[in-house]
C-alpha cells in the first residue's frame, strides 16, 4: 500500500508532468471508482477544468482544478501512468484526455481506490478531510498526548489510526517505534511526553528520509510514473524477521498487532505495563 512517502513521491512527479494542462474529457470504465458524485455530474464538471496544483493532504491525492479539488485515494494499489499514447488493459479505470494530447490514466488492480470531486469554497468539508489528523511535521506533542490519552489501545493501531496523526502507515510505523524504543503493543495512553516527542521526531526523519528517496518499494507497490522507492534499503526492522537488530545484535522479530505484520526487538523495545 503506499505510503505518505510514496503519495508525495507521485504528487510531484506528476507535479512536474502535468501542471497548467486542461483536462477536455473523461472516459470512466470502472463507475465505482467515482465516489460521492454521479458519473455525469462528475464527468461534466471536469470538463475544461485546467490542473493549476497537485498536492495531497496524509496520503491523499489532491488535484487543484479551477472550481474543484479532485481528490485520489490510492488504497492498495491504485496507480496514475500518464501516456502520449492511450493504452487501455482491464485495470484502467478512468482516463482523463488532456489538451496536450496527453492522457492522465488511474490504473488499480484491486479496485480499492476512490476518485471524488468537491467545490473549493466546501473542500474542508469533504468526509476525508474532515476528522484527518495532523502530519507529524505540524503536530505538537501536547496535541499527540491529549488525542492519545484515553485511547486504551496499542501505540502501532493508534498511530495507523489517521485520526489521530496523518501519515503513517504500517511500514513506517514499526521503523519510528524501533527507533523510538516503544514497543507496539504499548497502550498508548501510557506513554509519556517524551516517548511521544522522541516517536513524532522519529516518525520526521523516517518520513523525510523516504521522501529523498522516493518511498518504499516492497511487494506490488511501486510508482509508476519512472519513480523506484529506495528507501527499502534504509530499513532497520521492518521485514527483518531473525535478522540481527542493529542496537544490541539480538535477532529482530515478527508479531501480529491487530492483524498487521509487526516487526520489532523485544529487547530495545520494552512493554510498559499498566
Not at 28 to 55: E, G, P, R
Not at 66 to 78: Q, S, V
Amino acid at each position: 500500500m503506499p505510503e505518505l512517502p510514496e503519495v508525495e513521491t507521485v504528487v510531484q512527479t506528476l507535479k512536474n508532468m502535468i501542471i497548467d494542462d486542461e483536462i477536455i474529457s473523461v472516459d470512466i470504465h470502472w463507475a465505482n471508482t467515482i465516489d460521492k458524485i454521479s458519473l455525469n455530474d462528475f464527468k461534466n464538471k471536469i470538463k475544461n477544468q485546467k490542473i493549476n496544483d497537485i498536492t495531497r493532504f496524509g496520503k491523499i491525492i489532491a488535484f487543484v482544478l479551477d472550481d474543484y479539488l479532485m481528490f485520489t485515494h490510492l488504497r492498495m494499489e491504485g496507480k496514475y501512468y500518464v501516456d502520449d499514447k492511450l493504452t487501455l488493459d482491464k485495470h484502467s479505470h478512468v482516463v482523463f484526455h488532456l489538451k496536450s494530447n496527453r492522457f492522465l490514466r488511474y490504473h488499480d488492480v484491486r479496485k480499492f481506490g476512490k476518485i471524488s470531486l468537491i467545490e473549493k469554497a466546501n473542500y474542508l468539508s469533504h468526509p476525508y478531510l474532515i476528522n484527518l489528523g495532523k502530519e507529524p511535521f505540524v503536530i505538537s506533542v501536547s496535541e499527540l498526548q491529549a488525542k492519545l490519552a484515553n485511547k486504551n489501545i496499542e501505540i502501532k493501531a493508534a498511530l495507523l489510526d489517521q485520526h489521530i496523526m496523518a501519515g503513517l502507515g504500517n511500514i513506517y510505523v514499526d521503523e519510528v517505534l524501533f527507533r523510538a524504543r516503544v514497543h507496539p503493543e504499548t497502550r498508548a495512553k501510557l506513554l509519556n511526553k517524551k516517548q511521544l516527542q522522541s516517536i513524532i521526531d522519529n516518525a520526521i526523519i523516517v518520513l523525510n528520509k523516504a521522501i529523498e528517496l522516493g518511498g518504499t518499494t516492497i511487494r506490488s507497490y511501486t510508482s509508476s510514473l519512472g519513480v523506484s522507492g529506495k528507501f527499502q534499503n534504509e530499513l532497520l526492522v521492518h521485514t527483518k524477521q531473525n535478522l540481527p537488530c542493529p542496537n544490541c545484535q539480538r535477532p529482530i522479530t515478527k508479531i501480529k498487532v491487530k492483524g498487521r505484520g509487526t516487526y520489532l526487538c523485544q529487547h530495545c523495545q520494552k512493554k510498559l505495563s499498566d
